[in-house]
């Protein structure tokens, strides 16, 4: 059974860089197939698309936030990873990886639990 | 930026009811449609892709409709463990994947 798990720092001071990793369980990053992607949900707010790469590392970015979004991955770790540089106030959210599926149409079909991350000083 | 409206954005319903939310694409969209299911403290749960494919394991209560620019998602009969938040999100304009602000269905 396909799980993801994502980690990293909780707290984020204004102005530096969000890093988060999400590993992989239960299967290969690396399937032909998919693609892994990173979305995020603002306190009592909607959801927004980050990214996705493959594991060749081909990278999709939101161009609303493709200037400070940088996703990498590590096959030989089963894992991938987020950075979001110049990080303000409005970048404090519950961040998600999911297995994205680029076929009929891009969708996200597993999941992690999420991890919060608050920006302040 | 396509443009994703959800409508309602909450609805009250009883156990049984069949209950229609709907989303509207500001340009067409095709069938470029997902729908997800959210509740309080999990992660999004994938229901419907492709506008009307169900998703594995997806209970047949649920259904999805429509192409182009509106569309709607169907509980047939609505059941206690669909109390709950559901968003749709379009892949037309990928990578600029767009979410509806989302519905929230409360018990009546």
């Known amino acids: 059974q396909l799980q993801l798990q994502e980690s990293g720092p909780g707290l984020v001071k204004p102005s530096e860089t969000l890093s988060l990793t999400c590993t992989v369980s239960g299967g290969s990053i690396s399937r032909s197939t998919d693609y892994w992607g990173w979305i995020r949900q603002p306190p009592g707010k909607g959801l927004e698309y980050i990214g996705s790469?493959?594991?060749?590392?081909?990278?999709y970015y939101n161009p609303s936030l493709k200037s400070r979004v940088t996703i990498s991955v590590d096959t030989s770790k089963n894992q991938f990873s987020l950075k979001l540089s110049s990080v303000t106030a409005a970048d404090t959210a519950v961040y998600y990886c999911?297995?994205?599926?680029?076929?009929?149409?891009?969708?996200?079909?597993?999941w992690g639990r999420g991890t919060p991350v608050t920006v302040s000083s | 930026d396509i443009q994703m409206t959800q409508s309602p954005s909450s609805r009250s319903a009883s156990v049984g009811d069949r209950v229609t939310i709907t989303c509207r694409a500001s340009q067409s969209i095709r069938s470029y449609l997902n729908w997800y299911q959210q509740k309080p403290g999990k992660a999004p749960k994938l229901l419907i892709y492709?506008?009307?494919r169900l998703q594995s394991g997806v209970p047949s209560r649920f259904s999805g409709s429509g192409s182009g620019t509106d569309f709607t998602l169907t509980i047939s009969s609505l059941q206690p463990e669909d109390f709950a938040t559901y968003y749709c999100?379009?892949?037309?304009?990928?990578?600029?994947?767009?979410f509806g602000g989302g519905t929230k269905v409360e018990i009546k």
């Open positions: 999100q379009q892949s037309y304009s990928s990578p600029a994947l767009t």
């Open positions: 492709a506008a009307s």
């Open positions: 999911a297995r994205t599926r680029i076929a009929e149409s891009w969708y996200f079909d597993v």
């Open positions: 790469i493959y594991y060749s590392g081909t990278t």
